[in-house]
């Protein structure tokens, strides 16, 4: 009872040049209703936010469909597209999890396996977004100096513990913040306040004790230096050291 839509699903990844799949369908050889879907498809993926990156706006997303006519496009669809979905409105959508299933579901795309905290995927994706959003004004970012000679001098798996342990200090202590590790030894916390946060207050664990480990803490502000990319976080960062 499926069998057209079956159809029309199996070829909305063909393109219009003929170099999709799973066929190679080139122009009308590509059935009338896949055509559509494809433009479809692909105006949905750029105007929602994903996990990896966030979306285009209804103007940037024409832009492209209209670049791509006759290559990944029908033209003639095409046309009809923009004309349709120029003057769209979009209501907030996106793909990050909304309950405690579906944190399971992401926790491969979003966290750390280690720490269990947000990962670099998460955190290059929400710089992006917030510069939209303008949701977090403050990136605390906490560089553990000096964890490379810990773990070679006490071996890797104490390593482990130690960051298992100070990610559960942060988890504690910032219950209503984003956190996140990136590169091994460095952690991030957005905020809309500033952190008021002092290396000290964060070696008050005794697990610190005996240990060549140093703890950086460097403030940026996200909005005014317009950060949306982890490599523009540590220009920033390292540019204030």
Same mark, same amino acid.
């Given at each position: 009872?499926?069998?057209?839509?079956?159809?029309?699903?199996?070829?909305?990844?063909?393109?219009?040049?003929? /170099?999709?799949?799973? @066929?190679?369908?080139?122009?009308?050889?590509?059935?009338?209703? /896949?055509?559509?879907?494809?433009?479809?498809?692909?105006?949905?993926?750029?105007?929602?936010?994903?996990?990896?990156?966030?979306?285009?706006?209804?103007?940037?997303?024409?832009?492209?469909?209209?670049?791509?006519?006759?290559?990944?496009?029908?033209?003639?669809?095409?046309? #009809?597209?923009?004309?349709?979905?120029?003057?769209?409105?979009?209501?907030?959508?996106?793909?990050?999890?909304?309950?405690?299933?579906?944190?399971?579901?992401?926790?491969?795309?979003?966290?750390?396996?280690?720490?269990?905290?947000?990962?670099?995927?998460?955190?290059? /994706?929400?710089?992006?977004?917030?510069?939209? +959003?303008?949701?977090?004004?403050?990136?605390?970012?906490?560089?553990?100096?000096?964890?490379?000679?810990?773990?070679?001098?006490?071996?890797?798996?104490?390593?482990?513990?130690?960051?298992?342990?100070?990610?559960?200090?942060?988890?504690?202590?910032?219950?209503?913040?984003?956190?996140?590790?990136?590169?091994?030894?460095?952690?991030?916390?957005?905020?809309?306040?500033?952190?008021?946060?002092?290396?000290?207050?964060?070696?008050? #664990?005794?697990?610190?004790?005996?240990?060549?480990?140093?703890?950086?803490?460097?403030? +940026?502000?996200?909005?005014?230096?317009?950060? @949306?990319?982890? /490599?523009?976080?540590?220009?920033?960062?390292?540019?204030?050291?």
């Amino acid at each position: 009872m499926y069998k057209e839509l079956a159809e029309i699903m199996r070829h909305h990844h063909e393109r219009y040049d003929g /170099s999709g799949y799973p @066929d190679g369908l080139c122009g009308e050889q590509i059935p009338p209703l /896949s055509r559509i879907m494809i433009i479809a498809d692909a105006f949905d993926a750029m105007t929602t936010d994903r996990i990896y990156k966030p979306r285009k706006s209804v103007e940037e997303a024409l832009k492209e469909i209209a670049l791509l006519k006759g290559i990944q496009f029908d033209p003639e669809v095409a046309d #009809a597209a923009i004309t349709v979905l120029n003057h769209i409105i979009l209501k907030p959508s996106d793909q990050y999890p909304k309950t405690a299933m579906e944190e399971e579901r992401f926790a491969y795309f979003l966290k750390d396996q280690l720490t269990g905290l947000n990962n670099h995927w998460a955190l290059e /994706s929400i710089l992006q977004i917030n510069m939209h +959003t303008h949701e977090y004004r403050y990136a605390t970012v906490i560089c553990l100096e000096n964890l490379i000679t810990f773990n070679r001098q006490m071996g890797w798996h104490n390593g482990d513990i130690l960051l298992e342990k100070f990610a559960e200090i942060l988890k504690n202590r910032f219950t209503h913040h984003h956190i996140y590790r990136i590169f091994g030894d460095t952690f991030v916390i957005l905020s809309e306040d500033f952190l008021d946060l002092s290396p000290d207050s964060l070696r008050e #664990a005794d697990f610190f004790e005996n240990t060549n480990i140093t703890i950086t803490v460097t403030v +940026t502000h996200l909005i005014e230096k317009k950060i @949306d990319t982890i /490599s523009k976080l540590e220009e920033t960062i390292s540019s204030k050291k």
